[in-house]
C-alpha cells in the first residue's frame, strides 16, 4: 500500500515501441534474463546431445531439422517483434550440411530477416564435420560470427556461450 508505481507516475507505457534504424535497434538492447538457443541440424542424435549438453549448462533449446524449420521458428517467434520481448534466441547453433536448406543458405536468408528488421540481430556458430577451409570461408561469407567443428563436447560449448551468448557465465 505504501509502495509508489513510478512507471503510471511518470506516465511511461509498459511495452516500448521502438520505430528507428536497424543499427541503432541493435545497440538498444533491453536485457533479459532468458536463456534461450536455436539448434539446427538434421541429425536427430545431434540435436539431443546438443540439447542435453546446453541444458545442462541453464540454457533452454528450440530444435529445427532443416533450415526451413528454422526459418519457420524464427518467423514465428518474431511475428510481433518489438524490443521488449525477452523470449528471442540469444543464439543460433546452424548445422552446415543439411538437406532441403543447408546452414550458409539458411544463414543468407535470416541476415535479410536481420536487413529487413523483421528479427534481432542474433549470433550465428555454424557446426561441420568437416574442416574444409573453402566451407568454413563459406560460413563466415553467409554471416555466421564463429564455426566449430564436431563432434561437440561440454568444454567447446561452455566457450561458445563465453564469447558468442550475452551475459552467460
Same mark, same amino acid.
Given at each position: 500500500?505504501?509502495? &509508489?508505481?513510478?512507471? *503510471?507516475? #511518470? /506516465?511511461?507505457?509498459?511495452? !516500448? %515501441?521502438?520505430?528507428?534504424?536497424?543499427?541503432?535497434?541493435?545497440?538498444?538492447?533491453?536485457?533479459?534474463?532468458?536463456?534461450?538457443?536455436?539448434?539446427?541440424?538434421?541429425?536427430?542424435?545431434?540435436?539431443?546431445?546438443?540439447?542435453?549438453?546446453?541444458?545442462?549448462?541453464? &540454457?533452454?533449446?528450440? *530444435?529445427? #531439422? /532443416?533450415?526451413?524449420?528454422? !526459418? %519457420?521458428?524464427?518467423?514465428?517467434?518474431?511475428?510481433?517483434?518489438?524490443?521488449?520481448?525477452?523470449?528471442?534466441?540469444?543464439?543460433?547453433?546452424?548445422?552446415?550440411?543439411?538437406?532441403?536448406?543447408?546452414?550458409?543458405?539458411?544463414?543468407?536468408?535470416?541476415?535479410e530477416? &536481420?536487413?529487413?528488421?523483421?528479427?534481432?540481430?542474433?549470433?550465428?556458430?555454424?557446426?561441420?564435420?568437416?574442416?574444409?577451409?573453402?566451407?568454413?570461408?563459406?560460413?563466415?561469407?553467409?554471416?555466421?560470427?564463429?564455426?566449430?567443428?564436431?563432434?561437440?563436447?561440454?568444454?567447446?560449448?561452455?566457450n561458445?556461450?563465453?564469447?558468442?551468448y550475452?551475459?552467460?557465465?
Amino acid at each position: 500500500q505504501n509502495r &509508489i508505481d513510478l512507471t *503510471k507516475k #511518470m /506516465n511511461i507505457p509498459n511495452s !516500448l %515501441e521502438l520505430d528507428i534504424g536497424a543499427e541503432l535497434r541493435d545497440e538498444i538492447m533491453i536485457p533479459c534474463g532468458c536463456k534461450n538457443l536455436l539448434i539446427v541440424d538434421d541429425d536427430i542424435f545431434n540435436l539431443m546431445s546438443l540439447e542435453m549438453m546446453l541444458n545442462s549448462l541453464g &540454457i533452454t533449446c528450440i *530444435k529445427a #531439422m /532443416n533450415g526451413v524449420e528454422a !526459418l %519457420e521458428i524464427l518467423k514465428s517467434k518474431y511475428k510481433d517483434y518489438s524490443r521488449t520481448c525477452c523470449l528471442g534466441f540469444k543464439l543460433i547453433i546452424m548445422d552446415y550440411q543439411m538437406p532441403i536448406m543447408d546452414g550458409v543458405e539458411t544463414t543468407l536468408s535470416i541476415m535479410e530477416l &536481420i536487413d529487413k528488421c523483421s528479427i534481432p540481430r542474433i549470433p550465428i556458430i555454424g557446426c561441420t564435420a568437416f574442416a574444409s577451409k573453402n566451407e568454413v570461408i563459406k560460413c563466415f561469407e553467409a554471416g555466421m560470427k564463429d564455426v566449430v567443428f564436431k563432434p561437440l563436447t561440454k568444454k567447446i560449448l561452455m566457450n561458445l556461450l563465453r564469447k558468442w551468448y550475452p551475459n552467460y557465465h
